[in-house]
């Protein structure tokens, strides 16, 4: 066996390891009864170390670099050439935090996680502020571990967004906010012009059901290759290319709740779906970043979901499902009901037009806690000022504001701006579509994804992991990542919907 052959099977072992991790996660979400709680946190915690020692072992490393003098001369696009890449970057990473850290960092965040839904529920800040002070300060101990050149904040953004640094967010999201607040502006002066109480009548939940999965199965999300089930948050996860599942909830009274989780989702499933099977087993079988993912889930539930073409293929079928609600709706009126903007507290609950000023806000904040610039004590006023700027809305409490999002009490510090990221990204890529194909519109009203799917996976799904988000958005679409083409879009479609 080649060196190269070798390390393949030692990654495999690693991936076999995290795949079946998942399996174990996926259950914990979906069907484990609470009492498996306990021994499911030993079994993830058990994978998880093991796949972790195989990959930082000795071994890796010299394999490693035994596989890199059989590769010389491949392209450097090559799988082998991007694996030895990839896995060299793990391997680095993973090397330079203690095991000791890491112990900490779990045990806090499990812990954090735990004073949070208390503290939310008590709606007090003041509750969580040791535990968060706990798990910051951790961070910034693993941000000096991972090292970083301008910011710590960068070592901890690399994380889900390699390649990423705070200087470029700020320059991209400095653009996208001043866009941004004057449009939100210009549309909270007109809010009684969309009415979408037509969504707010009863949907039975079986039907609900049946419906998101007519849509993803239209998209292309193969059922032989996956499946859907029930969870509190929706997720996709994935085993293998060739396993890949998502989740989704049903809320009776809110048609859009269940069936644009069911196409967020379904865009992150057929990302992970779509990668080349050659990548199977490998590290290479996930998607480039955590925003590239969104962008997916972005384009499969906006630029699509929310469309008149989608809705024109796609009102008439849910007009037979709900005809008591939709017969006599207008597709124009449907459509409108579908995207209407109100500035709001809750992020989740968003819509496309508010949704980045709600990641603009903690991606300052936890950028200045990070570097040592805010006070944990002064968080909740820093939040309800930046609310107050940027959607003209105060919150009344901790939990709709400072306590709303899991993610900082998990110790996921660097995590939110990926979802901003996700839409610009999506609209580069949907635009880029549009010009290579010029049919796609007519496409899509009839029905047909299979331009749109195809496209993208030619650009992005088949890559799987080789490129880092910068260059697989600059192959893609022959610019770098910029907030200007998502602003466009937001302002064509949006001032004619509130015009
Ligand atoms: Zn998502």
Redesign the pocket.
Known sequence: MTKLEQLKERLGVVTDLNGAASVLGWDQQTYMPPGGAAARAEQLATLGRLAHEALISEETGELLEGASTEVTGLPSDSDEMCLLRVVRRDFERARKVPATLVAEIARATSLGMEVWIRARAESSFTAFQPAFQRILDLQRQLAQCLGFEESPYDALLDQYEPGMKKSDLVRIFGELKAGLVPLVQWVAERLDRVDDSILHRKYPEASQWELGIEAAKAFGYDFQRGRQDKSVHPFTTSFSINDVRITTRVDEQFLPSALFGTL?ECG?ALYEQGISQTLERTPLASGASLGVH?SQ?RLWENLVGRSRGFWRFFLPQLQRTFPENLQSVAPESFYRAINRVEPSLIRVEADEVTYNLHILLRFELESRLVEGKLDLAALPEAWNAGMKALLGIVPSNDAQGVLQDVHWSNGLIGYFPTYALGNLISVQLFEKAQSEIPSLAARIESGDFQPLLGWLRQNVHQHGRKHLPSELVERATGTGLRASSYLRYLREKYSEIYG
Do not use: Y
């Open positions: 967020h992150h969104e889930s």
